[in-house]
C-alpha cells in the first residue's frame, strides 16, 4: 500500500545548526509529495510540495526538500534554525484522483539555544 | 481573514453526549475535507465533500459519526453518544477543484476531550 514513513519521532537541534528530517515512501508511480508543519494547538501549514520536475524544492520560512527516486526519500532541509522553528512536521503524500492526503506519523523538532 | 475557520476550538464533553463541529472553508473552494489526529500521530483522512456531495467516508467513520455540506458552504460533523476514544484534534481543510497543484489549507482544529 502506498504510504510514508518519518523514521525519527523526535530530533533535538541546537539554534543556528541545519536541519534534516527524513521522509520515505512507498509507490509506485511518482507521488506527489508534501510537507507541513504545525506548531502546538495550531492547524498545518504547508512549507513545500512537489509534483514533478525539478527534485529540489524551495518552501517558506527558508525550507527546502529533495526528491530522490533512488532512495525513496523526500527529505526536509534547513540550513539554520531558528528557535521558532519548534514545532511537529509531517511528510505527507496526495493521491492524484481525489487529492486526498496520507499523513506519516510525524517529528517533532526541538531548538534548543 | 479569509483561511479555513473551525468552532469551537475546543470541546470537553462527557462520554455518551453529542458533540458537532463547524468547518467554513475558504470561500469558492469545491473540496472540503476532514481529518482527525490523535496525539502523537500524523491526522487521517475521515471524509470529504465535493460541494455538498459526501463522496468517500473512512472506515474511521463509524455509525455514530456524520458529516453535512448544506449548499455547498458550512460543514458540520456531528459524533453521536461519544466515547473516550473519539478524544481527538479533528482538523478540516478545503481546496479548489482547479487542478493537481492546487494548495489543501488547513483549518486550526477543534480539540475533543471527552471524559
Known amino acids: 500500500a502506498q504510504s510514508v514513513t518519518q523514521p525519527d519521532i523526535h530530533i533535538t537541534v541546537s539554534e543556528g545548526a541545519s536541519l534534516e528530517l527524513r521522509c520515505n515512501y512507498s509507490y509506485g508511480a511518482t507521488p506527489y509529495l508534501f510537507w507541513y508543519v504545525q506548531s502546538p494547538g495550531q492547524g498545518l501549514q504547508l512549507l513545500l510540495k512537489?509534483?514533478?520536475?525539478?527534485?529540489l524544492v524551495q518552501g517558506i520560512k527558508g525550507f527546502e526538500a529533495e526528491f530522490k527516486r533512488s532512495q525513496s526519500s523526500f527529505n526536509l532541509r534547513k540550513p539554520s534554525v531558528h528557535w521558532s522553528d519548534a514545532a511537529e512536521y509531517f511528510c505527507?503524500?496526495?493521491?492524484?484522483?481525489?487529492?486526498?492526503?496520507?499523513f506519516g506519523a510525524g517529528t517533532t523538532v526541538t531548538v534548543r539555544a | 481573514d479569509t483561511g479555513v475557520s473551525q468552532n469551537p476550538r475546543h470541546k470537553i464533553t462527557k462520554r455518551g453526549q453529542n458533540v458537532t463541529f463547524r468547518c467554513d472553508p475558504i470561500s469558492e473552494h469545491n473540496r472540503l475535507y476532514w481529518y482527525r489526529q490523535t496525539l502523537g500521530q500524523g491526522p487521517e483522512f475521515l471524509t470529504y465533500?465535493?460541494?455538498?456531495?459526501?463522496?468517500?467516508k473512512s472506515r474511521l467513520l463509524s455509525d455514530r459519526f456524520s458529516a453535512e455540506r448544506p449548499k455547498g458552504s458550512f460543514s458540520t460533523l456531528e459524533i453521536q453518544r461519544t466515547e473516550q476514544g473519539d478524544s481527538a484534534m479533528y482538523l478540516c481543510?478545503?481546496?479548489?477543484?482547479?487542478?493537481?497543484?492546487?494548495?489543501?489549507?488547513f483549518g486550526p482544529g477543534t480539540r475533543l476531550l471527552v471524559l
Open positions: 505527507a503524500w496526495m493521491r492524484s484522483n481525489d487529492y486526498k492526503l496520507s
Open positions: 465533500f465535493q460541494n455538498e456531495a459526501q463522496l468517500e
Open positions: 481543510a478545503s481546496r479548489a477543484l482547479a487542478g493537481t497543484q492546487e494548495t489543501q489549507y
Open positions: 512537489y509534483f514533478s520536475g525539478d527534485t
